[in-house]
């Protein structure tokens, strides 16, 4: 899996997570809901700077974003 797409899922577990909308996430981070929804899927490759506005919007460490999946316990 590239990091666009490992981007792209942690982004939207993590919107979903705290139960946002597309369109309340782009309010908070001062974007266009179009591009939060083109970044969740792997579309567009995130800037350093709208990174770092997700990851504030989103009260998330930037690491969060580039995570692996996460892996069930047996």
Do not use: H, W
Not at 38 to 58: C, G, P, W
Request: charged fraction near 35%; aromatic fraction near 6%.
């Amino acid at each position: 899996m590239s990091m666009r797409d490992t981007f792209a899922r942690n982004l939207r577990r993590l919107r979903n997570d705290r139960g946002l909308s597309q369109e309340e996430l782009a309010d908070l981070a001062d974007l266009d809901r179009t591009y939060i929804s083109a970044l969740e899927r792997s579309i567009y490759a995130v800037s350093i700077d709208t990174f770092e506005k997700l990851a504030k919007a989103l009260k998330a460490d930037p690491l969060e974003f580039l995570a692996g999946p996460r892996r069930q316990k047996a």
